[in-house]
Structure formats: C-alpha cells, structure tokens
C-alpha cells in the first residue's frame, strides 16, 4: 500500500546528497508522494542505503514504495548553530519504518513538540521539496485520524 | 598463537608541546616542540629519525625537511586503527625493520568536530565532491546526514547516547561523574586547559548542545602537538627512560556508518577492541589505568563496554559516583583530564598520558602501585583504534 504523503518546499538550504544509479528513486520518489525503498527480487528483504546487489544474498534490488510509517529509533534536539544559514533547533532523528527491524534512515522529526519526543514514537513521512531531490521527514502520526 | 608483529616495536620517547587555546604559534613550531622533546626523551639525534607518521596537520614532508633527514618510512591516514593509524603503522614498520626509529606526531589548532561542507548542491565545482569522497571513505552515511542538518560528531554521537539511555537507563548523572572525575584530574595536570574543580550541578546546567549533551560533555578544542617516538624493542636495554611496550593493537576496517550498525548504539570499538584482545593473552580484568577517547563523555562509555571493563549497557552504573574511576579507584580512568578537560588532542594524549603513568612520571597525578598495564583508545562511530601497553 502507498501512502501519498504531503510535500513542503524546504525553508532553509540543505546540503544535498550526489545523486547515483542507486539512491536516485530514494532521494527523487517524493515528488510522487512516494518513499522508495530498495527490495531485493530474490529473497523480498528491504535494504537500505542504497547499494548495488542485496548484501544478504547477492540478489538483484528494485526501488518499491513502503508505507511512509515509521517510528523514532533514537534522535537528538540540536540547539547549537552550526551552519550558518541553518537556525536552530533542529531535531535530527533516526526512524526505523515498519516494513522491517534494521531498516533505518537518519532524518528530521518535523511538526512535534520537543517534550513529546521518544524513542517509539510512531511517526510517517513527508516530503520537503529541494530541487529535484524531496528529503523524506517525519511527523508524528495523528493518532485523532 | 598468531604472530603478534607489534611487539616487536617499543614507545621509547614522548614529547609534547605548548598547550593552549587560540596561542596562534604556527603549527610547525608546535610539532618540533614536541617531536624534538620526544627524540631527546629517547635518547636520540634528529638523525636517528629514519620514519615519520602522521595525520592532519604538518605534513610529513615539512617534519622531514625541519629535522633535516629522509626518512624510508612514511605513515598516516586513519583506516586501519582510526586516528591511531600512523602509531600503529609505525609499530609495524618497526617490528618489521622497514624503520629503526619513527617519531609519530599529532598537531592541532582549535580542530572542531563538525563538518560543513564549501558550497551548495549539486554541480558546485570538484571541490566539494573531492571532500565528500574523502569523507565517506571513513563514513559512509556522511550525505545522508549532512542532508538532514547533523553537521556535527555532537549529533552523531548524541543519538547514540539517547538510544543508550532508553535501551539501559543510562542518565545524565552518570554521564556527569565522568566529567566531574575529568576535571579533577586535570587540576592535577599542569598543561591542561581547564583546571577549576566542577560540579555535578555544573556538568547538568551546562549549555545544552544537542541532547542529550550540554556544552561539558564536549571535549575541548586547543592548539597542541604530541609525538611519540617507535624503535625496535631492541632498542629497549638502551633507552634513557623506562621503554614502554606493545603487548597488542586492535583496529576497525573503513568506510563504517553512523546510523545503519545492526547492534547499534555500538560502534566500530567493539570490532576494534575485538580484534586488539585476540592478539593478547592479557585479559579486561588486567588492565590497571585506561585512557579511554572522550571527545563527548558517551564515547567513553561505549569504549568502556566495548572493551569488556564492563558489560554491555553497564557504563553508566559503572561510572556513577566517580569512586571507582578516580585515582585511587579500582579503574583509575583519563587520568590527565580528558579532551574534557585537558584538551582535545584527538586521541594522542591517551597515548601519551599511557606512556607516562606505565613510567611512574604522573607526578601528583601518579596512579599509585606502579601501574603494569594501560588501554588506549581512540574514535567513535565508525572510527576506532586501540592498544594495550605494557612496562
């Protein structure tokens, strides 16, 4: 199932990765709503980062769109400026995604309050829009919806 | 048994420079300072020198040219032990007479711990995509992060420590005795940078950072060089001062990640410290001092576990009220103060403070009861290397 998740244009500049063969559906499936994750033919494990053969089993890897939920595997509320044009706070996170245990991605918890945040928090992604490249972020889930 | 090749190298002089924050000494005079101590700590001549290691700052040619000799052995980078990788290689090179003398040197100025790379996104010039590839050679999610705004080890490293507290209950308090035990320490340390006492109710009111670390869980950046020199353990009947020696290195392969460990929050140490105490009979049990990194405070705590000085999510517990790591404690641990408090020399004042507590020269900081054995570690995350050293 896919969930078409919303985009908002980025605020303040982002150092952006190098777009490769590999993590290009990654880093470019939002601007269709989509996160797209690699998935192996052979043995049907997600994998992620993005790399070249499934590193369980040597098989071949498509990009396939996952729900877009996830739930905060750790992350930490920086206060320093560090760069220049990038205003703090800003929480940086890791999210674990519900299709698979290990399946991590470092990210920006976006739209919570500082107090509410823990590890286990059930977020979904959104997508903020930098060019050709749509950063996937997280927000906590409604639990009202 | 394998053959354990460093053993055939000694530490037969340290050296070290000025110390300060923001002295504006050239780091050439910063380097000489303290390789020429080291060299005459050993008893030797500039022109006994015949191998050079190093990272970062001073390049190896500028040494060379500055002491006046060519040497056949040059070594550094930080892909085999992480930025203990120019010791060790000149250890090998030593034990394997590729060098008969080496002096291994780390100089910084004010170095930081974030990483901001030149220039926006894509097709921005060669500049910034040579950086990118020299950094994800020893990280390999560093785009990644970068992408998401973690421009700093702090942010790094403090989701490591937050993933720690919720999976072992590890508190800021226990974070803060290691901090407290650091500053102690480094009052009794004349080149440290920071000597007034602190509290735990400093450590907690600190300026936050990035949570769940304030501004005294980070270590301090200065201006400093420390040397080292490496002879064969030949050599060791003839040194002036008490040699010190290599009972075993351990290191982590490169290109590790930050985010993606399977066992995270481990980090590369536990490969390292793996691989360093499969080439000892010496046990966790005998080490008598440990100089452990610290450039944020859960570093050590994750070195700690590594290493077996206790067991896995035990740090905290370890390390809460500072008795059993003070001097006199059972583990007596940073006893110079820490990049904490001493300062940031980036993994080779562990080393050098090793050397000096294995000699008996810790003077009002001496661990007492001569020390046999001491552990050294350096990095986080994917980076790490380590040693045991002996008298």
């Known amino acids: 199932m896919t969930v078409t998740a919303s985009i908002v244009d980025g605020a303040v500049p ?66 320093h400026q560090f760069h220049p044009d990038v205003p703090p706070p800003v929480v940086i996170a890791i999210v674990e995604l519900v299709e698979q245990s290990d399946l991590r991605l470092p990210t920006n918890i976006v739209g919570a309050e500082v107090d509410e945040l823990r590890c286990g928090l059930p977020v979904q992604v959104v997508f903020e829009r930098n060019g050709e490249v749509y950063i996937p972020l997280f927000t906590p889930v409604d639990e009202r919806a | 048994m394998i053959d354990v090749v460093e053993r055939g190298a000694i530490i037969s002089g340290i050296g070290i ?36 290691a190093t990272m970062g700052d001073t390049p190896v040619a500028d040494t060379a040219k500055a002491l006046g000799i060519e040497p056949v052995f040059t070594g550094g980078g930080m892909t085999t032990g992480g930025l203990l990788s120019p010791v060790m290689s000149a250890f090998l090179a030593v034990a394997e007479g590729r060098a008969r003398h080496a002096l291994v040197y780390r100089t910084v100025q004010m170095m930081g711990g974030e990483v901001i790379p030149q220039g926006g996104g894509d097709g921005d010039g060669g500049g910034r995509n040579e950086e990118m590839d020299t950094l994800s050679r ?96 030949a050599y060791a009947p003839d040194c002036p001062k008490p040699p010190v020696r290599v009972q075993a290195i351990g290191g982590a392969p490169p290109s590790g990640s930050w985010t993606q460990r399977p066992d995270y929050p481990k980090m590369s140490s536990v490969d390292a410290a793996a691989e360093m105490w499969g080439r000892t009979d010496l046990k966790p049990g005998d080490i008598d001092v440990a100089e452990l990194y610290d450039g944020f405070t859960f570093l050590t705590f994750a070195w700690l576990e590594a290493l077996g000085l206790c067991g896995d ?79």
């Open chain 1, 14 to 79: 982002r150092v952006l990765p190098r777009l490769t063969p590999e993590n290009r559906p990654f880093w470019t499936g939002g601007a269709k709503g989509a996160l797209l994750i690699q998935r192996c033919d052979a043995c049907d494990r997600w994998v992620h980062p993005p790399t070249d053969v499934c590193p369980t089993c040597g098989g071949p890897l498509h990009p396939e769109a996952v729900s877009g939920r996830g739930t905060i595997f750790t992350f930490t509320v920086n206060v």
């Open chain 2, 17 to 52: 420079s000025r110390i300060g924050r923001r002295t504006g000494t050239p780091h050439l005079d910063l380097t000489l300072e303290a390789g020429r101590a080291a060299i005459a700590d050993a008893g030797l001549a500039d022109s006994d020198i015949d191998g050079i």
């Open chain 2, 138 to 233: 020893i990280m390999s999610d560093i785009e990644p992060l970068l992408a998401v705004h973690a421009y700093s080890a702090v942010n790094w490293v403090g989701m490591h420590c937050q993933r720690h507290m919720h999976l072992y209950g590890t508190t800021k308090e226990q974070l803060g005795a290691l901090a407290v035990n650091s500053r102690r320490n480094a009052a009794l340390n004349p080149l440290a940078v920071y000597r007034d006492p602190i509290t735990l109710d400093d450590y907690l009111n600190a300026r936050p950072i990035s949570s769940p670390f304030g501004l005294l869980d980070c270590d301090v950046p200065i201006d400093g060089s420390i040397a080292v020199v490496v002879s064969p353990a």
């Open chain 2, 313 to 391: 999510g035990e740090a905290g517990p370890f390390v809460e009220g500072g008795r059993r790591i003070a001097l006199d404690g059972d583990l007596p641990l940073n006893t110079y103060g820490g990049q904490l408090s001493a300062g940031r020399m980036h993994g080779y004042w562990v080393l050098h403070e090793a050397c000096v507590q294995l000699r008996g020269e810790g003077g009002e900081r001496q661990v007492a009861g001569q020390p046999e054995v001491a552990v050294v570690s350096n990095g986080g995350g994917p980076i790490a290397g380590c040693m045991l050293l002996t008298r």
